[in-house]
């Protein structure tokens, strides 16, 4: 590229934002920002056009976290509402990344982003209608970077019942008007509204999906769990900037409940360290869960899944001297150590990797069904190994003589 071509882009992109930027003031700063990096140099001697495109985004999504510049203008056509973007949803199952009915009849969906209900919204139905067989739900948004706000309003309508209600209200500088985003409650109402709901956010948690979550937690429907979300509330759209140089503007402002979470994104009700966010979900829903039944069958399940998750949690490495007093084979079963490991091993079977929180009580990490509780003798040496399985059966192993 040439210098006068960078600069006709700079100033375009700038003109672009001080015109059409939801907030003039903000927009005038962005634009002045561009100049005197340009008169200063720094983009001289860029004479790649991703170069630039890539530095002028590092420079403006430092002012909207929507900000991104690029170059091509197949690229910039295309975007999320290009004609293929349908199939390409599809072949990734318009974002439904992971399902699972965990212990305690809980239920967890996993979702990377939010399509159009035009294309996804039969699967998004279908995926709520199995969800309602559930006492409780984790909704995981983490590493979802958005999508439409008719998808927010469609599956946060599951979970809000049968009134409509207020998610978000978008001024438009472009027109002057503000539009109200209400949920849509489904054509037959579920146990989804009742239930206890759980929406796990991070760092990567943008747009649509952080307007979900803002929502739900705004309207006291769901408690958010994980670490303050990206913060790209702003919609907007992409501005031909000339030389096939496009630029993302903001020229709406979103809010939830009066609030922007622009930039600072969204702030969860409980704050966990990466990758704890699922067990942090997992034991509320299960203590709630305990709270509120007196179906004993159903208590012991929940406290074998809470046993179970806390031990993992601690995760507790016994000392050599420890694992001494474990070693052997009892009956067809063997306790051995694979390096750092303990490892639990039955006939022929591959090794499965034992867990305790401290106790003589090890979790098997490869199986959830099953636990395996040590007695020693006076010496402080197992001479006993019983299997306890979740319905109450237990199976009692003892020491081989001689072993190990």
Do not use: C, K
Not at 149 to 162: D, K, R, S, Y
Not at 200 to 218: D, F, M, R, V, W
Not at 220 to 236: E, H, M
């Amino acid at each position: 590229m040439s210098d006068s071509q960078i600069h006709e882009v700079v100033a375009s992109v700038g003109d672009l934002y001080r015109a059409n930027y939801h907030d003039p003031a903000r927009g005038e700063e962005i634009a002045q920002a561009l100049r005197a990096s340009m008169e200063a140099g720094e983009y001289d001697g860029m004479t790649e056009p991703e170069e630039l495109a890539a530095a002028l985004s590092q420079q403006v999504v430092g002012f909207d976290r929507h900000g991104v510049v690029e170059w091509g203008s197949e690229e910039a056509e295309a975007g999320h509402h290009s004609e293929g973007w349908p199939d390409a949803s599809r072949r990734s199952n318009h974002g439904i990344e992971r399902f699972e009915h965990r212990s305690g009849n809980v239920g967890f969906v996993r979702i990377r982003m939010l399509p159009s209900p035009d294309f996804a919204g039969e699967t998004y139905l279908a995926i709520t209608r199995v969800l309602a067989n559930s006492d409780a739900v984790i909704l995981d948004l983490r590493n979802n970077g958005g999508g439409e706000p008719e998808m927010v309003q469609l599956l946060a309508g599951q979970f809000l019942g049968a009134e409509p209600q207020l998610l978000t209200s978008i001024h438009w500088r472009t027109t002057g008007e503000t539009d109200e985003y209400w949920s849509q409650p489904p054509a037959q109402p579920t146990r989804l509204s009742e239930v206890p709901l759980y929406v796990l956010i991070s760092p990567a948690t943008g747009s649509a999906a952080e307007a979900l979550a803002a929502s739900l937690q705004h309207l006291g429907r769901a408690t958010v769990i994980g670490q303050n979300s990206y913060g790209a509330a702003n919609p907007g759209g992409m501005f031909a900037a000339g030389h096939d140089f496009s630029v993302w503007v903001s020229h709406g402002r979103s809010e939830v409940g009066g609030v922007s979470w622009e930039g600072d994104g969204v702030t969860p009700d409980i704050i966990t360290e990466p990758g704890a966010e699922v067990d942090t979900a997992l034991q509320l829903a299960w203590t709630g869960l305990l709270e509120a039944t007196d179906d004993e069958v159903l208590q012991e399940e929940i406290r074998w899944a809470l046993d179970r998750a806390r031990a993992m949690q601690v995760g507790h490495t016994p000392s050599e001297e420890e694992r001494a007093g474990l070693i052997g084979l009892y009956g067809d079963r063997r306790i051995a150590v694979r390096g750092d490991e303990t490892v639990y091993i039955r006939g022929s079977r591959a090794p499965a990797t034992l867990v305790s929180d401290g106790s003589d009580t090890f979790q098997v990490r490869e199986f959830e069904d099953f636990r395996l509780v040590f007695y020693r003798d006076a010496d402080g040496q197992a001479n006993r190994l019983d299997v306890v399985y979740g319905n109450g059966h237990v199976e009692s192993n003892f020491r081989e003589v001689g072993q190990p």
